[in-house]
């Protein structure tokens, strides 16, 4: 069962610059491929942007494409979400999860939360007018 804890949530202004971490444990040398997902009040959670296992697969919602950038860190078991001209609409909790199996992959297009097995316990993003 892999672990997550995200960081770096906050509250910021529209244009603002926010920076999400998730950290992963334990440590393995089958790294998952992850994905943010944020889930706003009454809303069903979505997912914004995911990166595969070896970071040559990454995805982002139309709604945070240009916007938002995913990376990860391998051998520090990090994974970031960079998020620029952060707009109201993007206020929400934010969670990091892990794909279902280690090395597994996901789709560039439209990968399925299905694939997603081990959340964190959110970080609060709000962004004021």
């Known amino acids: 069962q892999v672990q997550l804890v995200e960081s770096g949530g906050g509250l910021v202004q529209a244009g603002d610059s926010l920076r999400l971490s998730c950290s992963a444990s334990p440590r393995t040398s089958r790294p998952y491929s992850m994905g943010w997902f944020r889930q706003a009040p009454g809303k069903d959670r979505e997912l914004v942007a995911a990166?595969?296992?070896?970071?040559?697969?990454?995805y982002y919602s139309d709604s945070v494409k240009g916007r938002f950038t995913i990376s990860r860190d391998n051998a520090k078991n990090t994974m970031d979400l960079q998020m620029n001209s952060l707009k109201p609409e993007d206020t929400a909790v934010y969670f990091c999860?892990?794909?279902?199996?280690?090395?597994?992959?996901?789709?560039?297009?439209?990968?399925?939360?299905?694939?997603?097995?081990?959340w964190g316990q959110g970080t609060q993003v709000t962004v004021s007018l």
């Open positions: 999860a892990s794909h279902r199996y280690p090395m597994g992959a996901i789709s560039s297009y439209a990968p399925r939360r299905s694939d997603f097995a081990s």
């Open positions: 990166i595969s296992w070896d970071s040559r697969v990454k």
